[in-house]
């Protein structure tokens, strides 16, 4: 398995070690995606189910067309090379051919033959994908695709998050694989994490589902893959594989209320009465808006704006104050709240752990 | 003697004519020949528009997160690239390659409706004005003008009410709709022309393959063009009549006009790219000394492709969600294209062996076609395996994949078209040297842009991203990328300079100096308005070389 991936590509990763310098020393606490050759979303560097088959396609797929072009390449080198009108030619024309049936017949054949063998090879990938059987344990979870963020719902946990998804890795022997349904709120948008699974659109009014096996532990990137307006760039996906216990632990706070101190903070009290609560939930207060992401364990994210920016208190307070300085374009709207306010809110905000 | 004079002066007196009187005779004329150019020179103009918007998209992507443009209008440019190269460049220079050459080419004095085809023209030249007036209109009543930014197949929803106010999208559907209508009547022309213009003893099967691709273009132009402009209509009476057929929120289906657009947009692909095939079977013939290898088998070839290709369109939906055997339907239809396809590429290699290649620059635009379009083929055929398609739909791999068709492919064999026949549009010799210079920068630059372009693809970049975050291993890629656009620039203005500097200096071509087969080189440089003197009669696929070989004509043989 990992032979396999090593075949692929043996570079040194080098914006990984550039990354690694510059943001390490400032914010050793955030998650780093896991490694890959190349980057950290090459499609050739799978670890889990669905794209590892996909990657056995591909080498097949690409070995053959590989051969293709060698044998058609060369032919046309050698074409262009040999018959190439030579300066003491004496003027008269080449013998005129024109055609014959057997070599007609012979390029004809041969192609019929590849495509078949490539077609069954496909077909039978897809069934296997398509036609996967969902075992009794496998974690579910509703991507619902908004204008320009995800939300994620665990409807048989009772968990409710955004931007960040959290699921367990599967162990070969009791695989717990993660089935998605896929939504849309608005336009359509497409779901994917090249090292996880291939990617599936979010369609409104038009479900869609697609699963994941992942056998390694850590952070996999991806992004929207269809085009759904402005902030179509920075519309990130952030998938965290966990050992089973860290999962269960993290689905354990998840479906905790919000931890509210007994006297509500003057932040809270500005963000219910602002418009905030219409377009964010946090549960257990009076916020229940489902516009913009569930806030209830905000701090429990590494990134806000879909990944267009790391959590930091700093962030945050700017994001607030006008989201379009950091996606310009989103959807929230600058509600222009005065600087003791906007810190008030921000406190709130870092308090919904 | 008097009268003798004026007879011998009348050209220079009509090049004296008021400049607005000559425009005047352009502005009415219904002559094919004036009309091809018509059509050529209106697509250079947008191929420059388009060639600029592309180099504002490509130096917004040069590094990560940078700033060149905003994301507002870096959508509207890739939707106005997309829209403008595909529907206002390519098309219309190939309609007027069609245009110029078919009745030359069989021996017709016009086309079959002359003022159907000034119709056509102006109705398409209307089509392109109107997607550009969106610049300034496309706010409505508010002032500022916004272009179009639904990216060039505009899925439903992003173009409801809800979710493009103004009317942008009102110019691009309406734009799309009436040169739609141009299209349609040009196909129609087209066909009409080739059935039954032909001059005495041109039975079809002797037609030259041009005449044959072209007549295929046009039957699919007729068939896809129709859906787009139904969808297109669809979506009209969803913006203004309160039709829900794609408007997801009250119950429309998006994947609907998923279907509608590619049941027109994947023969469209057809549409543009076996009128490059037409050219590469006549140029490279030409430059090898030998007859086309394999002429019958060429024509079914194509026609096997349009056949096939009109059945191949969810081959672009891969991802929506397709139940698995809709999915292997589509993998079936798509690889089998490959055949035909493939069958061509070997009737033109068979075409070359045993020739004697003259590298004219029409023939190193076609050598570098048979290179680059055998690699658009083999990413065809990934991109065709739905599983893998998984992974590089919608990435920069697809990108890179349909630029070496539409220019790898394309607009390689353009350019050879227009070296090739410039001589007889213009009765000069473009410039040689400048013409490989062309050439070179051209072949640099492209190489430099789309084969780097499909790295970054399987490293997980989708398209239509206007930044992307650093540490993605996308930024060299990238950078690498871009610097070949201007390579591209530099070739596209040299070919312009060419044409230019050649119409007024160039040498005088005479009727014939590629030593070719077909009639259009039988007339005089340029043709008079009424092409042929006298109809030509012909008993071969290559007339002139008949002419030219008494002793071992083709008619023998075919
Ligand atoms: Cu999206």
Wanted: aromatic content about 14%; proline content about 6%; glycine content about 8%.
């Amino acid at each position: 398995m990992s032979g396999r991936r090593k075949v692929a590509f043996a570079v040194v990763h080098i914006h990984v070690l550039i990354a690694l310098v510059l943001g390490g020393a400032a914010v050793p606490a955030f998650a780093e995606p896991a490694r890959a050759p190349w980057s950290p979303t090459n499609i050739f560097a799978p670890v889990s189910t669905p794209a590892e088959w996909i990657f056995d396609l591909s080498r097949f797929v690409l070995t053959v067309t590989a051969a293709i072009f060698a044998v058609v390449f060369s032919l046309l080198v050698y074409a262009v090379v040999k018959f190439r009108q030579r300066r003491g030619s004496n003027g008269r024309e080449p013998a005129q051919v024109y055609g014959s049936t057997q070599v007609e017949l012979a390029w004809t054949v041969i192609p019929i033959l590849i495509v078949l063998v490539l077609f069954l090879a496909a077909a039978r990938v897809i069934a296997s994908i398509q036609n996967a059987a969902r075992p009794s344990n496998a974690i579910e979870v509703t991507v619902i695709g908004h204008q320009f963020w995800w939300e994620y719902r665990y409807p048989s946990l009772k968990v409710v998050t955004a931007n960040e998804l959290h699921i367990p890795v599967s162990d070969p022997a009791h695989p717990t694989p993660t089935f998605l349904t896929l939504l849309s709120a608005d336009t359509d948008h497409s779901f994917w994490v090249p090292r996880l699974a291939g990617k599936t659109d979010l369609i409104p009014n038009h479900p869609n589902s697609t699963w994941m096996d992942p056998r390694e532990t850590g952070l996999y990137l991806g992004q929207c893959a269809q085009y759904c307006g402005t902030q179509h760039a920075k519309m990130l996906l952030r998938v965290y594989v966990q050992m089973p216990d860290e999962f269960d632990r993290w689905i354990q706070e998840q479906s905790r209320p919000a931890q509210i101190s007994d006297t509500i903070s003057e932040g809270q009290k500005i963000f219910e009465r602002t418009a905030c609560i219409n377009c964010h939930a946090v549960r257990g207060t009076a916020a229940n808006g489902r516009f913009g992401p569930d806030l209830t364990h905000l701090m429990s994210r590494d990134t806000i704006a879909s990944g267009a920016a790391l959590n930091t208190p700093d962030n945050l307070r700017r994001w607030v104050k006008d989201p379009s300085v950091i996606k310009p374009g989103s959807k929230m709207p600058a509600m222009g709240l005065s600087d003791p306010d906007l810190n008030a809110v921000t406190t709130y905000l870092e308090s919904l752990r | 003697m008097s009268t003798e004079s004026i007879a011998w002066s009348t050209p220079q007196v009509a090049a004296q004519r008021p400049v607005v009187e000559r425009l005047h005779d352009w502005v009415t004329t219904v002559d094919h020949k004036r009309l091809g150019i018509l059509y050529i020179l209106y697509a250079l103009v947008f191929l420059v528009i388009g060639g600029v918007e592309a180099t504002v998209l490509r130096i917004q992507l040069i590094r990560p997160h940078n700033d060149f443009v905003s994301p507002q209008v870096f959508n509207r440019m890739f939707t106005m690239h997309g829209t403008t190269m595909i529907f206002f460049a390519v098309m219309p220079i190939l309609f007027g390659f069609a245009n110029y050459l078919i009745p030359l080419m069989i021996g017709a004095r016009d086309m079959a409706f002359p003022r159907l085809n000034a119709f056509s023209f102006w109705l398409t030249a209307f089509g392109g004005l109107l997607l550009y007036f969106s610049f300034v209109g496309g706010d409505g009543l508010y002032g500022a003008g916004n272009a179009p930014d639904v990216g060039w197949f505009a899925y439903a929803p992003l173009t409801s009410k809800t979710f493009s106010v103004g009317h942008s999208t009102d110019f691009w559907t309406l734009s799309l709709l009436v040169s739609g209508f141009g299209s349609i009547g040009t196909a129609i022309n087209i066909i009409t022309t080739v059935l039954c213009m032909r001059c005495p003893g041109m039975t079809l099967g002797r037609m030259p393959l041009l005449a044959w691709l072209n007549l295929t273009m046009a039957g699919l132009v007729v068939l896809a063009i129709s859906p787009l402009t139904a969808a297109q209509l669809m979506l009209l009476v969803d913006r203004y009549l309160g039709g829900h057929f794609f408007d997801t929120q009250a119950g429309g289906s998006a994947v609907m006009w998923m279907h509608f657009f590619w049941v027109f947009g994947h023969p469209e692909v057809y549409v543009l790219v076996i009128p490059a095939f037409a050219f590469a079977s006549e140029i490279i013939p030409v430059f090898s000394r030998k007859a086309i290898f394999g002429y019958p088998v060429m024509v079914a070839a194509t026609i096997c492709i349009a056949f096939i290709g009109m059945s191949v369109w969810a081959h672009h939906m891969f991802t929506v969600g397709m139940s698995a055997a809709g999915n292997t339907f589509f993998v079936l239809s798509t690889m089998a294209i490959a055949v035909p396809t493939g069958i061509k590429i070997f009737n033109w290699l068979a075409t070359i062996w045993g020739g004697q290649i003259d590298f004219k620059t029409p023939m190193l635009f076609c050598v570098a076609f048979l290179f680059q379009f055998l690699i658009a083929g083999l990413t065809g055929i990934m991109l065709g395996a739905a599983p893998f398609n998984w992974q590089l739909g919608n990435s920069y791999f697809v990108i890179a994949h349909f630029h070496y068709v539409i220019v790898g492919a394309i607009l390689f064999t353009l350019f050879g078209a227009f070296y090739y026949w410039f001589p007889k549009m213009s009765g000069r010799m473009y410039n040689e040297a400048l013409g490989k210079l062309h050439f070179w920068l051209f072949v640099i630059g492209f190489h430099l842009t789309f084969d780097f372009m499909h790295i970054p693809g399987i490293l997980g970049m989708p398209r239509r991203i206007y930044t992307y975050e650093p540490g993605r291993g996308w930024d060299t890629w990238n950078l690498i990328i871009t610097i070949g656009v201007f390579f591209q620039a530099a070739g596209l203005l040299v070919f312009i300079g060419n044409l230019l500097w050649s119409y007024r200096r160039g040498k005088v071509a005479g009727s014939d100096p590629w030593d070719a087969w077909t009639l259009e080189w039988s007339t005089t440089s340029p043709p008079p308005t009424y092409n042929f003197a006298t109809i030509p009669a012909i008993k071969s696929r290559r007339p002139l070389w008949d002419l030219k070989h008494p002793e071992d004509p083709d008619w023998q043989y075919e």
